[in-house]
């Protein structure tokens, strides 16, 4: 399914294929943008680790870095340079970390120590990550992320590649949600409205919970004899 295909389904469900629409193209392809980005929002990110999106400059003397727009969550970050792991720190959580240098044990601070980025802390500007120790040379951040599409949908013919094709038709859930709150005579319907949304977010939290199960390691259980 892509854009116009999705669109048509829509008008079905809403009864308004006859031209003139009620709602015209441009509305139509509105709700079929924010349909897709709630779906991700809702279900948590697209999980990532190939796309540029996924990759964050470390330039030497510079203490911040700017992440991809898309990124919602960072999992996990490595130095592209030697591979080894960034580890990633909640700002709210600085007070507490400790690390060790030669056996001694000390208080991790935001200081302009220079040398190879060992942290990054995220929380103290959207969008924004510093980085501890600040660089000596320039690097890479590759990361592993949740992030939200990387394109949105502004035209017809436009495909939904980036959640799976059984998730498509249920797209049209948020966008019957979206055009029955429109303060129209003839197009408001605060009843349907509510309906879509509530039909949407349920399948949403469904498709969550799938993959949350999915994810799940099992663990074999070892029980001692009597």
């Not at 859930?173 to 949304?197: I, T």
């Not at 399948?203 to 004899?225: D, F, L, P, Q, T």
Request: charged share 25%; aromatic share 8%.
């Amino acid at each position: 399914m892509n854009s116009t295909s999705l669109v048509d389904a829509w008008r079905e469900t809403m009864v308004d294929t006859a031209k003139p629409y009620l709602w015209s193209d441009e509305e139509a392809l509105r709700y079929a943008n924010d349909a897709y980005l709630m779906f991700v929002r809702l279900t948590g990110g697209i999980a990532d680790f190939l796309s540029d999106a996924c990759a964050a400059d470390i330039v030497a003397g510079e203490a911040v870095s700017t992440l991809h727009p898309s990124i919602l969550r960072v999992m996990s970050a490595t130095r592209r340079s030697d591979n080894q792991p960034i580890e990633i720190i909640n700002s709210t959580d600085l007070g507490k970390m400790r690390s060790s240098d030669y056996g001694q044990i000390k208080q991790l601070v935001l200081d302009a120590l220079q040398g190879p980025v060992r942290y990054m802390v995220h929380g103290m500007k959207r969008g924004e990550v510093r980085w501890v120790q600040v660089p000596l040379v320039d690097d890479v951040c590759d990361m592993h992320v949740y992030r939200l599409p990387l394109t949105q949908i502004t035209d017809f013919e436009q495909e939904l590649d980036e959640i799976e094709e059984h998730h498509h038709i249920h797209l049209v859930d948020w966008m019957k949600h979206l055009a029955y709150k429109k303060q129209d005579a003839d197009g408001f319907n605060a009843k349907a409205s509510e309906q879509g949304r509530v039909d949407f977010e349920a399948y949403c939290s469904m498709v969550k919970s799938e993959w949350a199960r999915y994810m799940h390691k099992n663990r074999i259980v070892s029980y001692g004899g009597l």
